[in-house]
């Protein structure tokens, strides 16, 4: 299907599994990840089992499902682009309420500041930071220039909503 699936892994949950889409430029992204969940959906169908986007869909003493977005401009993966980075991660923090609002439903059940992130209500960036709402890689800080991970959409997020709300708020603020 011309997908660009770069990785797949079980996860924590029972009877959970992750992949992961891209990289990818602009609009392909949302893209690639609705044609993925469809063709992940007819697969389950074929197969007799049932695929849940809940970003919590067991409760338990468990991590939840998330959609990790990871993002970059030209600029932040050119020299001096963890400066970019840094007032870019400083952006999304001004508008957190937006992005929470926009980011899946049923969030709050998996944003809990437990299972490897942070608080729904609570913005907070690291470098290699599971813990985070925005993590930078090790690799990105000690390059000075590379990617972030906004970790806060849920696994059932609207990809072209969460990827153009990323890029408004760290192009144009």
Do not use: C
Request: aromatic letters at 8%; glycine letters at 14%.
């Amino acid at each position: 299907a011309g997908i660009n699936i770069s990785g797949i892994n079980g996860e924590v949950m029972p009877g959970q599994w992750e992949f992961q889409v891209g990289p990818s430029v602009g609009i392909s992204a949302g893209d690639e990840v609705w044609v993925a969940r469809y063709i992940l959906e007819r697969i389950a169908e074929i197969a007799g089992v049932v695929v849940s986007f809940d970003p919590k869909p067991i409760p338990g003493d468990w991590n939840g499902a998330g959609a990790h977005t990871n993002y970059s401009t030209k600029s932040m993966r050119e020299d001096g682009g963890y400066e970019i980075i840094l007032k870019a991660i400083e952006k999304l923090g001004l508008k957190h309420k937006e992005h929470i609002a926009a980011y899946g439903e049923g969030n709050e059940r998996r944003l809990s500041g437990k299972h490897e992130t942070a608080n729904i209500n609570t913005f907070k960036w690291g470098v290699a930071n599971r813990g985070a709402s925005v993590r930078v890689g090790r690799d990105t800080e000690k390059a000075g220039k590379g990617y972030f991970e906004d970790r806060r959409p849920a696994s059932n997020m609207d990809p072209y909503v969460v990827t153009s709300m990323i890029a408004e708020t760290t192009i144009i603020g």
